[in-house]
């Protein structure tokens, strides 16, 4: 199997661009699509991005997703940064055998 | 509207078995898969498994299969995960998403469900 490592936070300021970056330690990221999560504090977690670039309806498009072979990592960025977008984000993949598999999680904080 | 509900929250002794629920509505509930996804309080997601309802298809990650059970009531709608016996570390809350047809990624989530197991 493999893992997927994420910083464990990150902060910014509003309006600025924020990135978080997901690594897999083993087989290619461009193998299986990347998906990432925003789960807010007490609750459930949303999709804000599937197949490593599409952005679910209702998501902006401040949100983008992307990812980089060289590094063998996927990145979510958000730009125009809100208060709101405060919250632990999770990349996701999955292997051959469809297991599935979460990065360990990134706490964003808007200052 | 896409609308999993969940059952409530549940405190357990070691030892005891335990059946949480997931019941789906707005949707043709045998044409996506069910997942479970635990989360430990202050900790990541972690994936546990998958269910089709349809057939009753499963996928379980190795660090769950053989300790809890995926279920399916097609007959009403509902998915369960099963404990025969619980274990302190089994305290977390645990979340049902339905995976998004013909994608890789959960749409709609449950609310969760918070276990405790404690003697």
């Known amino acids: 199997n493999f893992m997927l490592t994420q910083p464990h936070s990150v902060s910014e300021s509003p309006g600025k661009t924020v990135t978080i970056s997901c690594t897999r330690s083993?087989?290619?990221?461009?193998?299986?699509?990347v998906q990432w999560y925003q789960q807010r504090p007490g609750s459930s977690p949303t999709n804000v991005i599937y197949e490593n670039r599409q952005r679910p309806s209702g998501v902006p498009d401040r949100f983008s997703g992307s990812i980089d072979s060289s590094s063998n990592s996927a990145s979510l960025t958000i730009s125009g940064l809100k208060t709101e977008d405060e919250a632990d984000y999770y990349c996701q993949s999955y292997n051959r055998r469809n297991h599935w598999v979460f990065g360990g999680g990134t706490q964003l904080t808007v200052l | 509207e896409v609308q999993l509900v969940q059952s409530g929250p549940e405190v357990k002794k070691p030892g005891e078995s335990l059946k949480i629920s997931c019941k789906a509505s707005?949707?043709?509930?045998?044409?996506?898969?069910i997942g479970w996804v635990r989360q430990v309080p202050g900790k990541g997601l972690e994936w546990m498994g998958m269910?089709?309802?349809?057939?009753?298809?499963?996928r379980a990650s190795p660090s769950f299969q053989g300790h809890v059970t995926m279920l399916v009531d097609k007959s009403i709608s509902t998915a369960y995960l099963q404990w025969s016996s619980l274990k302190a570390s089994d305290t977390a809350m645990y979340y049902c998403?339905?995976?998004?047809?013909?994608?890789?990624?959960?749409?709609?989530w449950g609310q969760g469900i918070l276990v405790i197991v404690s003697s």
């Open positions: 269910i089709y309802p349809g057939d009753s298809d499963t």
């Open positions: 707005g949707y043709t509930f045998t044409n996506y898969w």
């Open positions: 998403a339905r995976r998004a047809f013909g994608e890789d990624s959960f749409d709609y």
């Open positions: 083993n087989g290619s990221i461009a193998s299986n699509f």
